[in-house]
């Protein structure tokens, strides 16, 4: 098992930055795919991004590329979330998972662990 706990949210205004951390615990981090994910207030949980193992190859939803990167530091059992440029519909519940799976999913239900979240509130 792995626990995620993720921090970095906050209140921030439209073109600003925030770096959102999630720190893992338990067994071994590499041995996991990573994503971020996303959940609006009445929507759906959204994919955000996902970073593989070694963070050599990373994946990311159209409404946020050239915008976010991820990226992980094993060595910490630390993957992030760089968000730049954010606007108003980037306001969320961000969450990280974790996926011992061979490749990387944009499906919340291919994500075995979860963090409990971090609010990102962007205004206009």
């Known amino acids: 098992q792995v626990q995620l706990v993720e921090s970095g949210g906050g209140l921030v205004q439209a073109g600003g930055s925030l770096r959102l951390s999630c720190a893992a615990s338990?067994?071994?981090?590499?041995?996991?795919?990573m994503g971020w994910f996303r959940q609006a207030p009445g929507k759906e949980r959204d994919f955000v991004g996902a970073?593989?193992?070694?963070?050599?190859?990373?994946y990311y939803a159209d409404s946020v590329k050239g915008r976010f990167t991820i990226s992980r530091d094993n060595a910490k059992n630390t993957v992030y979330l760089q968000m730049n440029s954010l606007k108003p519909e980037d306001t969320a519940v961000y969450y990280c998972?974790?996926?011992?799976?061979?490749?990387?999913?944009?499906?919340?239900?291919?994500?075995?662990?979860w963090g409990q979240g971090t609010q990102v509130t962007v205004s206009s």
């Open positions: 998972a974790a996926t011992t799976k061979l490749v990387a999913s944009r499906s919340a239900y291919e994500y075995d662990y």
């Open positions: 970073i593989s193992r070694l963070g050599r190859n990373t």
């Open positions: 338990g067994r071994t981090f590499s041995t996991y795919i």
